[in-house]
C-alpha cells in the first residue's frame, strides 16, 4: 500500500512539473506577443547541445533504473 501511494505521488509530481512547463511556455509565448520579452541570437554547437542532452537522458534513464 505505501509502495503504491509513493508511487501515485511520483505521478502527481510528474504531472504538476509538466502543467507548470506548459504555463510557463504560455507566459513566455504571451510575452512575446505582447513585445516584453527579445529573442536574440546567440552562437551555439549543435552537437555539443545535442550530447549533453543524451548524456543527461542517459543519466535520468541510469537513475530511473536504480530506484527499482
Same mark, same amino acid.
Given at each position: 500500500?505505501?509502495?503504491?501511494? +509513493?508511487e501515485a505521488a511520483?505521478? *502527481?509530481a510528474?504531472c504538476?512539473? /509538466?502543467q507548470?512547463? *506548459?504555463v510557463d511556455?504560455?507566459l513566455? +509565448?504571451?510575452?512575446?506577443?505582447?513585445?516584453?520579452?527579445?529573442?536574440? %541570437?546567440?552562437p551555439?554547437q %549543435? *552537437?555539443i547541445? +545535442?550530447?549533453?542532452?543524451m548524456a543527461?537522458? +542517459?543519466?535520468?534513464?541510469?537513475?530511473?533504473?536504480d530506484? /527499482?
Amino acid at each position: 500500500m505505501a509502495k503504491e501511494c +509513493v508511487e501515485a505521488a511520483d505521478n *502527481i509530481a510528474l504531472c504538476v512539473q /509538466h502543467q507548470k512547463s *506548459i504555463v510557463d511556455d504560455v507566459l513566455t +509565448v504571451s510575452k512575446l506577443d505582447s513585445n516584453l520579452l527579445r529573442i536574440t %541570437p546567440i552562437p551555439a554547437q %549543435p *552537437i555539443i547541445v +545535442v550530447q549533453r542532452s543524451m548524456a543527461m537522458l +542517459v543519466d535520468l534513464s541510469l537513475g530511473t533504473r536504480d530506484q /527499482h
